[in-house]
């Protein structure tokens, strides 16, 4: 079993979590079951699955792990993007934790790869 709380990824990842629930802060109310709630849960999901994967036996195993959390990365990337066309965002709002993500999908891919 791996100790998820000593791997960058996953603190990059918590790092992201702080940063994302700053921002949905500046959500207005009717958003609250729409875009705010879809941000948590891809949010959470980013380190959420790199720790359920580390408890997996197997490298596959965790590997897959590490793709749901990619994947849930590009989603939340998305989600920011699309509050920041529809107004809800600024530039200056997005600006720290869009390269955050970024670099989340490039290291956790990397370390998705190293595994297989």
Known sequence: MRNFRKLDIWNLGMEIVDLVYELVKKLPREETYGLRSQMCKCVISMPSN???????????????????????????????????????????????????????????????IKLL
Not at 60 to 69: G, N, P, V
């Open 50 to 112: 790199i720790a359920e994967g580390c408890s997996r036996s197997s490298n596959k195993d965790f590997a897959r792990f590490l793709e749901i959390s990619i994947g849930s990365a590009f989603e939340l990337e998305t989600q920011i993007l699309a509050g920041n066309r529809i107004g809800h965002f600024t530039e200056e709002d997005i600006v720290n934790v869009i390269p955050k993500i970024l670099k989340f999908q490039k290291s956790t891919n990397a370390y998705r």
